[in-house]
């Protein structure tokens, strides 16, 4: 009996057959498949099969929570070795886990091809990089990859790229919103320049289901697979560096043609800009030095600093209250609430439930000029530490960048700030472990991205 009950006991995980341990594995939603996947090689060579992925789609199929896409942020990369894109390129990755509360080390991406280093946006499992002014598509579980057709000869800076995903029909759309001057043939030749993307470029896989329902006459097609919208934003002197998606419109900011700044709205399906710039509430007492657009909770948010020389003095957010709004004229204000609740009249601006906690604010809301809100202001301790990191030796940058209900302000890989938009508090998050402290060290360093990775198995990218 002793020795049945010994040899039992030194059954182990190791001797069970591969295809057992998959079967048990692929039972797992994704957010526990990014933990054990660091268990052991074995195991993560498991979860990264060709085979993993179509057999834990049919063993989660029965249960939609288990294949919801787990968001991390902030998502840290590590440029690694290689400085002209080399094989350790992007190896390490880390990103704060909400759930578990806890960082978590993420798939790496030294699968990318050289040179693809610079990080654009993320949404629905993929990621998309740029290498010179090409942008490529990669599902960092799957390790697919897909590089789009050449859009431009020179990148702008302020150009914004954003992704839409439709997991159901496989297929996904690239919006790149900014003045590109597009190349119509695969020379780069001067003849061959065009200004075909007025303000946006669109690239849709075949069977993309996200497509507008009907064709725009302004929608011109451009070679290599990319279209162009000619509308143009109304009274936009220049783009700003952000920008952020939210129920259907692309909300970028923008300087106005009066030199101030706001935010310019294109509607997704319309094809089209709207007729206003939301613009930011003056502030003759300090210049900007901070103007983030992110979307978060279903709204738009900015958050903005202020300050001197370069140097922020405070930091604060605001809430976006008019979403989707065409209007080419300031409504009217509408009367005091007292005098249309006695005529049996009620009219206020849309906001969700979670706007206004009492009469008198939405009177106050709805009497103003603005459609913005100012819902926090980041406490100066917290001012004084962000200021110290982000002015540091090092010289941080700042990546601000949002997800459910919390905005993080990412400072280098030194300070991340987090204001839960809900519980309406400020807070940092945990330090690295001593282990990912010396993997940073070991990798070069690492670099915050300002969108949240999502990890799923669901890939309709075209790899062939």
């Not at 700030?417 to 010396?438: A, E």
Request: one cysteine or more; a negative charge.
């Amino acid at each position: 009996m002793d020795e049945e009950e010994n040899s039992r006991e030194e059954v182990s995980w190791s001797d069970l057959p591969e295809d057992v341990m998959c079967r048990v594995l692929a039972r797992l939603p994704v957010r526990k498949l990014v933990q054990v996947r660091t268990v052991c090689k074995q195991w993560n060579s498991i979860i990264t099969s060709s085979c993993f992925e179509e057999l834990w789609t049919e063993q989660t199929s029965s249960s939609s929570s288990s294949q919801e896409a787990a968001a991390y942020f902030p998502l840290l990369l590590c440029p690694g070795e290689g400085g002209g894109g080399g094989t350790h390129y992007h190896e390490f990755c880390l990103a704060y886990d909400h759930t578990a509360n806890q960082w978590q080390r993420m798939p790496s991406l030294s699968f990318l091809p050289p040179g693809v280093r610079i990080p654009m946006t993320g949404a629905g499992g993929l990621l998309c990089f740029r290498r010179d002014t090409s942008l490529f598509l990669c599902n960092p579980l799957t390790k697919a990859i897909q590089e789009l057709p050449v859009i431009a000869r020179n990148w702008i800076h302020y150009a914004s790229v954003h992704l839409i995903v439709d997991k159901r029909a496989k297929a996904f759309k690239v919006i790149v919103a900014g003045k590109l001057r597009h190349n119509t043939s695969s020379s780069f030749s001067s003849s061959s320049l065009t200004d075909a993307f007025g303000s946006i470029a669109i690239f849709e896989s075949s069977s993309c289901s996200c497509s507008s329902s009907s064709s725009s006459s302004s929608a011109s097609a451009a070679g290599g697979g990319w279209r162009s919208i000619d509308s143009l934003p109304p009274k936009v002197f220049s783009y700003g560096r952000t920008a952020a998606m939210c129920k259907g419109f692309i909300y970028c900011e923008a300087i106005g043609s009066n030199g101030k700044v706001g935010v310019a709205a294109y509607d997704v399906e319309r094809e089209r800009w709207n007729d206003v710039i939301h613009q930011v509430p003056p502030d003759d007492n300090a210049d900007y030095e901070l103007s983030d657009v992110v979307e978060c909770g279903g709204w738009i948010w900015m958050v903005v600093g202020r300050g001197y020389g370069g140097i922020i003095t405070r930091i604060y957010i605001l809430k976006l209250l008019l979403l989707g709004v065409t209007v080419t004229t300031p409504p009217p204000l509408p009367p005091p609430l007292s005098q249309q609740a006695a005529a049996g009249v009620l009219t206020l601006l849309p906001a969700d439930a979670n706007s206004f906690s009492n009469n008198q604010e939405e009177e106050e809301i709805a009497q103003q000029d603005c459609c913005w809100r100012r819902v926090t202001d980041l406490p100066n301790e917290l001012l004084d530490k962000l200021r110290d990191v982000w002015f540091g030796e090092d010289e941080s940058s700042l990546a601000i960048v949002a997800h459910g209900s919390r905005i993080c302000i990412a400072a280098g890989k030194s300070l991340m700030l987090v204001y839960n938009i809900i519980h309406d508090s400020w807070s940092v998050l945990p330090p690295f472990s001593p282990w990912h402290w010396k993997a940073i060290d070991t990798y070069g360093g690492a670099e915050p991205t300002s969108f949240p990775v999502e990890l799923s198995f669901s890939c309709p990218l075209q790899t062939n």
